[in-house]
């Protein structure tokens, strides 16, 4: 149980362009969904706080009109990321938390390489 | 504000040699701890969890005892073999269940396990 899936798991685009990546929470619901980026050998940085229903609320030093987040429904977050430029080429990774229990875990997803040309 | 200090790697290993990972933890209150492991090109994954002191969380032959006196929560496996080598990640997180519960996390350990 607990599956986040992620979609896609791999882009190539120009730069300029916009990308969607997804997050799903497939088998329960997910009051709150993360977003973190993960350059190569490092740690998971946290981007943004995802709560459904509700804006974002975006880490110190994100740009939110960058990054838009959506989480329209308990089981589903999108992240667009605006106007994409070589130096966003990251690898995305979101996750899910269950609603309404305390010391649950967070469940992550296999994470989106974006590449930006 | 909270911090997971981790044992830096990179960790090399023969198979069936014995693993720790250490982890050591600032935080206010009682925080939960994980461990999540990563393999190469994908997303993280829970491998084991220990929600208050004294607690032993353990999985996949994987252990890790909360010891709130050393504030550390090391992961150990008696037997590693070729398919444990990924990155390893210490992770805290608050005790509370409120909407913003956020996991702080250490900087990874690669382990590497050779035949």
């Known amino acids: 149980g607990a599956v986040v899936s992620q979609h896609p798991s791999w882009v190539i685009c120009k730069s300029g362009t916009s990308v969607k990546i997804e997050c799903r929470s497939l088998?329960?619901?997910?009051?709150?969904m993360f977003w973190y980026r993960q350059f190569p050998k490092q740690s998971l940085m946290l981007m943004a706080t995802?709560?459904?229903?509700?804006?974002?609320?975006?880490e110190q030093g994100v740009e939110k009109d960058k990054f838009l987040i959506n989480h329209a429904s308990l089981t589903l977050s999108t992240l667009t990321v605006t106007s994409a430029h070589p130096e966003d080429s990251s690898f995305y990774i979101c996750?899910?938390?269950?609603?309404?229990?305390?010391?649950?875990?967070?469940?992550f997803g296999d994470g989106t390489r974006l590449s930006i040309l | 504000g909270d911090s997971v200090t981790q044992m830096e790697g990179p960790v090399t290993l023969s198979e069936e040699a014995f693993l720790t990972i250490n982890c050591t933890y600032t935080?206010?209150?009682?925080?939960?701890l994980f461990w999540y492991v990563q393999y190469p090109g994908e997303g993280l994954q829970l491998l084991l969890k220990?929600?208050?002191?004294?607690d032993k969380g353990s999985n996949k032959g994987f252990e890790a005892t909360y010891r709130k006196e050393t504030t550390s929560f090391h992961l150990e496996k008696g037997s590693v073999q070729v398919s444990d080598s990924a990155v390893y990640f210490c992770?805290?997180?608050?005790?509370?269940?409120?909407?913003?519960?956020?996991?702080?996390f250490g900087k990874g350990t690669l382990l590497t396990v050779n035949p």
């Open positions: 996750s899910a938390r269950v609603a309404g229990y305390s010391n649950q875990p967070q469940h």
């Open positions: 088998d329960f619901q997910a009051t709150t």
């Open positions: 995802s709560n459904e229903g509700s804006k974002a609320t975006y």
């Open positions: 935080a206010t209150g009682y925080p939960s």
């Open positions: 220990a929600t208050k002191a004294d």
């Open positions: 992770a805290l997180g608050p005790n509370s269940g409120g909407s913003n519960y956020k996991l702080t």
